[in-house]
Every structure is written in C-alpha cells, then in structure tokens.
C-alpha cells in the first residue's frame, strides 16, 4: 500500500476525519478553511467545489496546509481513467476517488498511472479510493437498476475485486464496514461518508450512521459535510466528533 501520506497504525484524529467541503465558490471555501483553522489535516473537494471553480481550488486548499481528497469518482475505459489519475496526481492530490463499477483493469491502470506520475514528479502517489455503493442509495433503489442482491453483497463484491485489483481504500457506509472488515480483513483503507451526528437531518442520504459506529467498527477515516459545514460554530461539531472517535477507539 502507498501510504506516503498516512501511516496506518498511528493515524491521528485530525487525520481520521476528513471534512467535504460542497460549495460553489472560492469565498466560501477560503471561509470554511479558516473556521476549520487546520483541526483536521484533510478537505474533500469534489464535483461541485471543482466544477464551479475549476482545478485550482486544489492549490488554494493546500496553500491553507491541508492534503486534499480530490472525490472525482471517476468511471470510464481504463485508458481514459488513467490519463484523468496522471493529471490529478500532477494538480497535488493526496488522493483520489474513482468508481468500483469501472471494473478491475480501470482501477489496475489508475494504479500504475498514479505511481508512474508520482515517480516522474518526485512525489508520493495519491492513494486511490474506490466508491462502492453510494451511501444515497438503498436496497429499492439497487433493485430498479438491476442490482438484485441487495448493497451488502453488492458492497462485498465491488471491494474485494478493488483490493484485488489495487486500491487503496475503499468508501462506503459505516452501516457495511463490520462486514467489510470480517470478509477481507485491514490490508485496505476504509473511509465512510454518510456520517450523522444525533439531531442531524439525514438529508439524502439512506445508509449514515455516527462517527463512533464508523470507527468502532474498523473504519480508518470518516467522510463528514454538512454536519459540519452547515453549523453555525463548527468547532462544536468537530469536538464531538474528535471525542466520539477516542470513545470508539478506547
Ligand atoms: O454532507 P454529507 O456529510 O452528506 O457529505 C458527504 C460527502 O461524501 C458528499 O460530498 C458526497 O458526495 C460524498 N460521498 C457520499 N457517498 C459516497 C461517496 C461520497 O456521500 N458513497
């Protein structure tokens, strides 16, 4: 595994939880850098943040000091996937998102693309992360798009051929990660949006759970937005989520 940017074993709080940052210009990113004031290490910057701004926002994140996920969720014809991951290593992720459903020689490709990029920048590759199941998806969802075997077993299924073909980590809700765990172990990052505090609003999403639950059950990092995001004084919820982790991790 390439964990230039995170070791494992000694992976602190602020590295454990990455907040999503979903806003549509550089003004309320910059606010939402600032409040966040570098309590944790790494933002989520994905479609929304990047199509309003374009890929720049990348450089305006890190020049605030934190790693940046860049959630692309890529899926295409594996040469198409591993020219996106070359020019996203280039723009400085520290890691990337790409779909599951690609299949294995998308996310082999994107594998070698990352390190052979890396290696000619001189730099770490970004660690790859593979979107199972959207956590905005339940069962009749899967059902009327031809998934009959329910998301667990989808969720199953979609990660252990990621591992196999070289992945990184793999995203889904902190409902499937005991599972995950049981059935192919912790040679893999797993990181789990779909997070809610008590008294959030589940908004769209069908499959969330507490931050506690997530790492209690083998989760390495935690995907969190608007619970943060949306809050007025944002120290607060990151507070209670710092400490529901350490419980979690006692
Ligand atoms: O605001 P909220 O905490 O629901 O944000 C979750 C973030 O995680 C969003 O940016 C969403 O795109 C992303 N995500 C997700 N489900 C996945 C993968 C990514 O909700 N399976």
Redesign the pocket.
């Known amino acids: 595994m390439s964990d230039g940017n995170y070791e494992r074993k000694i992976l602190k709080k602020e590295d454990r939880l990455i907040v ?3 806003v549509s210009s550089k003004q309320e990113m910059i606010s939402l850098c600032h409040k966040i004031n570098n309590r944790v290490s790494t933002l ?1 910057l ?3 943040m990047i199509y309003s701004c374009g890929t720049d926002i990348i450089k305006t994140a890190k020049s605030f000091g934190y790693k940046v996920m860049v ?1 692309a ?1 890529l899926m295409d014809i594996p040469n198409t996937v591993s020219q996106a991951i070359s020019a996203i290593t280039r723009l400085g992720a520290d890691s990337v ?1 790409l779909h599951c459903l690609g299949g294995s020689k998308m996310i082999s490709e994107a594998r070698n693309s990352a390190k052979k990029e890396s290696d000619a920048i001189n730099s770490f590759p970004p660690l790859l992360f593979g ?6 998806l339940d069962n009749n969802d899967l059902d009327s798009m031809g998934f009959k075997s329910g998301f667990l077993s989808s969720v199953l299924t979609l990660a252990e051929m990621s591992v196999g073909s070289g992945i990184d980590g793999i ?3 902190p409902n499937e990660v005991l599972s995950l765990r049981e059935k192919l172990g912790c040679s893999f990052y797993i990181a789990t ?4 505090l008590a008294h959030d609003e589940a ?3 069908k499959r ?1 759970s507490t931050p506690y639950d997530a790492i209690k059950n083998g989760a390495d990092f935690i ?8 809050k007025e004084k944002i120290d607060e919820p990151i507070n209670i989520i710092f400490s529901e982790m350490e419980r979690a991790l006692e």
Do not use: M, Y
């Open positions: 999503s940052i979903d989520k994905g479609l929304e959630d969720k998102t979107v199972t199941i959207l956590t905005s995203i889904c809700s949006p779909g997070i809610r908004n769209d999403q969330s995907i969190v937005g608007r619970s943060i995001t949306s």
